[in-house]
């Protein structure tokens, strides 16, 4: 599988318990993507989460399928550590 880093502009009445959601909806919508880590800045209206899948799309249509718009899916490479 590959990973992804999905690129989110929130509102700012947006909490951290609202991304929590997002994020589990994200996987039982779509079990063939794998949500691995979701960062934020609250303040800045910011959210990147690194996500795992066979291709871009079906990131793309787990996002769409709860209604989470995104920026971009980048497909990218990790280093551990």
Known sequence: ??????????????????LVMASRS?????????????????????AWCLTEADNPTAVERAHLQVNMP?????RIEVIEG
Request: net charge negative; with cysteine.
């Open 1 to 18: 599988m590959a990973r992804f880093l999905d690129i989110h502009t929130i509102p700012s009445s947006l909490v951290r318990e609202d």
């Open 26 to 46: 994200v996987k039982e919508a779509a079990p063939d993507v794998k949500v691995l880590q979701t960062c934020y800045n609250l303040e800045e209206g910011r």
């Open 70 to 74: 995104f920026e971009s899916i980048r």
